[in-house]
């Protein structure tokens, strides 16, 4: 680990011009099967639902392949050493997410309820719009240490982001949680790009504090017990998060939130003291929070009794028939889907309704994919995390490190938050699946979340510039006869 | 650094694990489960998606099914439909977009839609090949005829009522009418102008007569008069008397044992000392009332229970048990005896009784479904009739054959007397309601054997006519008609 705080040092680690090589021809072939494989899939869709191959095919598929293929230039010459796995594996899920959205796009049931219909062409715009921030990552973010320069306007403008839905006039109440606002007729989750800049700002932050976090520490039954003055952060950060349950009533949120900052503390300072601390007041927080707010309440009676919740509410006996009605339609999706699925366009997902395209997209694959494509798109999300704690652990200087992880590890906390929510491992929460959901914000915060990574694995796997020529070498070299 | 990082890599290993575990649960483990949860719309739309297989009566479908128009948000494609709704719903039941199936539409809903796993090579083979799935046909053991006979003789008596007709050495069912009745036809759909409209009125609350009701299978009435033979089998079984000629050492007025209440006789009949064959004809209440008594609870209730009593029958829509009292004194024994006191009794039990008389003793287990077809008409199941139990021996069979017969020559009886055949049967008027206030049901059970001694046709009629007087209330004048009309069709069928 090279120890600087500099940020004009420049590569001082001993690794020799022998670099990785930069494996951006394998990006390209990857990309390729990025693109083709969703536009098969779109091919599928199509021929399942009309018996014809749909109009859209070809605009839909050059429209993909440029998408990627600009990634793919801009990767290539501005992060030319960058993870060759992070754009293709985001293309395919991406890709993907795409065709899933048209494919719900030709349901009456949810056309009629103003769920879908054009949201396919809408969710190929916000995908635009997040390959252009992608883009401008890249080009604008020479080196991901500069980032630490922002530390402190970072917490500010996260703070903002995620007390913006709070606002009167601005934030809107879709469903019982209040984490959308709302300009015009757009609306935005600020949640999702308060991820990033939250991490950026806790980057910042444990870079600097860390030794006095770790350090100073009383031993006590085996434990490091961080000193009171040092628990302060924490405190604060749990207090934000417990907020954002209570007024937003939005627990993905807040659990990413928290969970991101406990595991980005965790490898800042190498004390398991703060795992047990974070568990215990997320469990505080937790219980304390479901006690007394009716919304949690809900979907955690919802989720421990899918089809009683059902049955009364489809009785008429008690309220809250939104969110137990959609659990209970998820695990029949993903029931009737069983190993092989039913052909993409052959399933009925379209009965989850209102969030059948962003929230509950999964129970979508999982109905028409299967246990199969449910396990392969898994695992390409386990990838895409794997390929960022695998950039942290390449990062040289902490601060590049501490934001690979922060940012991997809450990119995993969603994707285990909404998956297992939605496949009922865990109360519902209203986040969205990266990449696959119909949402602007999340494809776009995802874009984004998925440049730093680049520009940060770009930055670790970069050759270090050759030794200067040391004089004293000549006299040993070696004549050939 | 790189410590902590490994052991936040393993735990995001373990996120993704969990979710996979988690999957694997859901979709193998669960899938099945889930898949079938009836309340899993999309069994309906399975159920719905593709024609169904039809119900066969001599070789016609009696169902078929039509296209619904592709109606915005109607994700049902096709709506099932059905000749003389009203007359084979007591078969059929029912398939209804919005209120679900019933009877043999819902018990064999998989060889219907063409879901049932017998069908599955078959469906591989036609997904290969492109074709749209089919569904199998349910192959039933009703007679065309006959049901006409008994759904319209009910009809023109305009009562509640019921009647069921067996094949007594198979057991195979060849009627099974209920009146009043509906047309499943009428809210086959799901709409909500129509079909909900037409569901509602057919509900019990809004439809006192409840037509929805299958009463053939699954209520019981006291059956009256017609449980004597019940009582006749249950004396000769256990030899109490071995003829039917012989003298029955009963007294008039008879009075019901441990008590000072007489058993009563319908007018001015003869009973006393007479034979047994004398006092079926008449129909004595107090010669079978004191056989009852003399018999006991306990041999009763064998006999009753080998008749069928007590137990559901599965044919294979459930019917309703009849009901022989478990717990009675001797004088609700002498009660029992006569088809009063909590006897009950459905009319296809009825017709089970008179169908094992008929069969020289042994009863044969009721069923309508004679095979299932796979959509090439191929049989994938074919029910061969079994034995349920037997009641008599064949000579004690054969002695109350002769009393049923002679119930019919020279009885009351006598309007189920049909050219060319001999029928045995039996009458009953069964009173009931607080203190027998409400108007009685009108019984009627008998069976018809040909010269070859063949007997094809055992029938049970209950009729309940709200309409008719009091007095003219009576098995033989109301319910005889009919049996004799559903017998004689089922006889100019076999010819």
């Known amino acids: ?481 | 650094m790189n410590k902590p990082l490994r052991r936040i890599a393993i735990f995001c290993g373990l996120l993704i694990l969990a979710l996979l575990i988690r999957d694997n649960w859901l979709q193998y483990v669960k899938a099945d489960s889930l898949r079938t949860d009836t309340k899993n719309r999309r069994v309906l739309i399975a159920r719905y998606s593709t024609p169904r297989g039809d119900i066969v009566v001599d070789g016609e479908p009696i169902t078929g099914s039509k296209k619904t128009p592709s109606k915005s948000l109607n994700d049902f494609a096709y709506k099932r439909t059905y000749k003389d709704g009203a007359m084979w719903s007591p078969v059929t039941g029912y398939a209804s977009q919005a209120f679900g199936a019933t009877q043999l539409e819902s018990i064999e809903d998989g060889i219907l839609t063409g879901d049932d796993d017998r069908l599955f090579f078959r469906n591989t083979l036609d997904m290969l090949t492109g074709k749209e799935k089919q569904g199998g046909n349910v192959v039933t053991t009703l007679n065309g005829a006959a049901q006409k006979a008994a759904y319209d003789g009910l009809k023109k008596i305009g009562g509640k009522g019921a009647a069921v007709a067996l094949d007594p050495e198979t057991g195979a069912i060849l009627a099974l009418a209920s009146y009043p009745s509906y047309d499943p036809s009428t809210f086959a759909g799901n709409s909500l102008s129509t079909d909900s409209k037409a569901w509602t009125k057919l509900l019990k609350k809004n439809n006192p007569s409840d037509p929805m009701l299958n009463r053939a299978l699954r209520e019981t009435y006291p059956p009256g008069s017609t449980f004597k033979v019940v009582t006749a089998a249950a004396a000769l079984e256990n030899g109490l008397y071995t003829s039917a000629d012989q003298a029955t050492d009963s007294p008039v007025p008879y009075t019901l044992p441990d008590t000072r209440q007489p058993l009563k006789n319908e007018g001015s009949i003869a009973c006393k000392n007479v034979s047994m064959r004398e006092a079926l004809r008449v129909s004595c209440n107090s010669v079978f009332g004191k056989i009852g008594a003399d018999l006991g609870k306990d041999k009763m209730l064998e006999e009753a229970k080998k008749f069928g009593f007590n137990a559901q029958q599965f044919v294979p829509v459930r019917s309703n048990a009849s009901n022989f009292p478990e717990k009675m004194d001797r004088p609700q024994t002498a009660l029992s005896s006569i088809g009063q006191f909590e006897t009950a009794a459905t009319p296809l039990q009825m017709a089970m009784v008179a169908s094992a008389v008929a069969n020289n003793g042994t009863l044969m287990k009721p069923y309508m479904v004679d095979k299932l077809q796979a959509p090439s008409l191929d049989v994938i199941s074919q029910t061969k009739p079994e034995e349920l139990s037997r009641p008599l021996s064949e000579k004690n069979a054969q002695i109350l054959q002769s009393m049923m017969e002679t119930v019919v020559q020279s009885g009351t009886g006598k309007n189920a007397q049909i050219s060319g055949a001999t029928v045995g049967g039996k009458t009953g008027t069964a009173q009931h309601g607080v203190n027998n206030s409400e108007k009685p049901y009108a019984w009627f059970i008998s069976y018809a054997k040909l010269s070859d001694g063949s007997s094809p046709v055992a029938v049970a009629v209950v009729v309940e006519d709200e309409h008719a007087n009091r007095d003219d209330i009576s098995g033989g004048g109301l319910a005889a008609p009919i049996a004799k009309n559903v017998m004689e069709a089922v006889i100019k069928n076999k010819k």
Not at chain 1, 86 to 105: F, K, Q, S
Not at chain 1, 238 to 266: P, Q, R
């Open chain 1, 1 to 481: 680990m090279s120890s600087s705080t500099n940020a004009t040092t420049h590569h001082t680690s001993t690794i020799g011009s022998i670099g990785t090589p930069s494996r951006r021809n394998t990006e390209l072939a990857l990309l390729v099967f990025a693109v083709a494989i969703p536009v098969f899939a779109y091919a599928n869709v199509g021929l399942a639902i009309d018996n014809k191959v749909p109009a859209g095919l070809l605009s839909y598929g050059v429209g993909l392949g440029l998408l990627a293929g600009i990634g793919h230039l801009v990767v290539r010459k501005f992060a030319p050493y960058a993870d060759p796995l992070l754009l293709p594996l985001a293309t395919l899920l991406n890709g993907l997410g795409l065709v899933a959205i048209w494919r719900l796009d030709q349901s009456k049931l949810l056309q009629s309820i103003d769920v879908a219909g054009d949201k396919a062409s809408k969710q190929l715009i916000y995908t635009a719009m997040g390959i252009a921030l992608f883009v401008a990552v890249l080009v604008f973010l020479k080196d991901h240490r500069v980032l630490q320069r922002y530390t402190y306007i970072s917490m500010a403008g996260a703070l903002v982001l995620l007390l913006l839905p709070l606002v009167p006039g601005l934030g809107a109440d879709v469903f019982g949680a209040k984490i959308w606002i709302q300009i015009g007729s757009f609306t935005i989750q600020p949640g999702e790009f308060a991820k990033i800049v939250l991490a950026i700002f806790f980057a910042g932050y444990l870079m600097v504090k860390r030794d006095a976090l770790a350090l100073a520490s009383r031993r006590f039954m085996g434990l490091y017990l961080p000193r009171g003055r040092d628990l302060g952060p924490i405190l604060v950060v749990w207090g934000i998060s417990i907020l954002i349950l209570v007024f937003e009533t939005d627990l993905g949120t807040s659990l990413l939130f928290f969970g991101m900052f406990v595991i980005m503390l965790y490898v800042a300072t190498e004390r398991t003291s703060w795992i047990v601390f974070g568990l215990l007041m997320s469990a505080v927080g937790a219980v304390g929070v479901a006690s007394f707010e009716p919304h949690i309440q809900t979907r955690v009676q919802a989720w421990l009794n899918p089809l009683g919740e059902y049955k009364a509410s489809q009785a008429g006996v008690k309220d809250g028939i939104v969110h137990s009605e959609q659990a209970m339609q998820a695990l029949w999706a993903f029931g009737s889907g069983g190993t092989l699925g039913t052909g993409w366009g052959q399933g009925h997902s379209e009965l989850i309704r209102f969030a059948a395209n962003s929230d509950f997209i999964l129970a979508t694959f999982g109905e028409e994919l299967g246990l199969a494509g449910i396990m392969a798109i898994l695992l390409i999300y386990g990838l895409i995390v794997e390929r960022g704690v695998r950039t942290a652990l390449a990062a040289r200087d902490p601060f590049g490190k501490l934001l690979a992880i922060g940012l991997s590890g809450a990119f995993a906390l969603q994707v285990f938050v909404v998956a297992g929510g939605v496949m009922g491992l865990i109360p519902l929460t209203g986040m969205t699946m990266p990449f696959l959901a119909y949402g602007g914000s999340s494809v776009i915060a995802n874009w984004a979340l998925i440049g730093i990574l680049i520009r940060i694995s770009d930055t670790a796997r970069r050759p270090a510039p050759s030794p200067a020529p040391n004089p004293d070498a000549e006299m040993t070299q070696v004549v050939r006869p």
